[in-house]
Nanobody, 126 residues
């Protein structure tokens, strides 16, 4: 497993921007995929964006396409989520996830991942 620490959450108004960061450490071999998930109160955890670390293929939820961008800095072992044009419905706890094992699941599914950060809160007010 990997140790993941998120940062960058906060409170913004509608239309604002935030950039989340996720620093990965303490993994023994490699990370195959990384993703951002979010969970609002009373709702299931949903995939927001994901990236295959080798090749950089990205995936996005329909609700964030064109507004959010996932990226990675391999030298810093850091994952980012740039969030623009934020909406109140983006309000949630955001979690970083990493897959250090190969699991046959969608990169947008929590089942793909075996390592999770503690979460960072994003609140968008209207």
């Amino acid at each position: 497993q990997a140790h993941l620490v998120e940062s960058g959450g906060g409170s913004v108004q509608t239309g604002g921007s935030l950039r989340l960061s996720c620093a990965a450490s303490e993994y023994s071999y490699r990370i195959y995929d990384m993703g951002w998930f979010r969970q609002a109160p009373g709702k299931e955890r949903e995939g927001v964006a994901a990236i295959r670390t080798a090749g950089g293929i990205t995936y996005y939820a329909e609700s964030v396409k064109g507004r959010f961008t996932i990226s990675q800095d391999n030298a810093k072992n850091t994952l980012y989520l740039q969030m623009n044009s934020l909406k109140p419905e983006d309000t949630a706890m955001y979690y970083c996830a990493a897959a250090t094992q190969i699991k046959y699941a969608s990169p947008m599914s929590p089942a793909k991942y075996n390592s999770w950060g503690q979460g960072t809160q994003v609140t968008v007010s209207s």
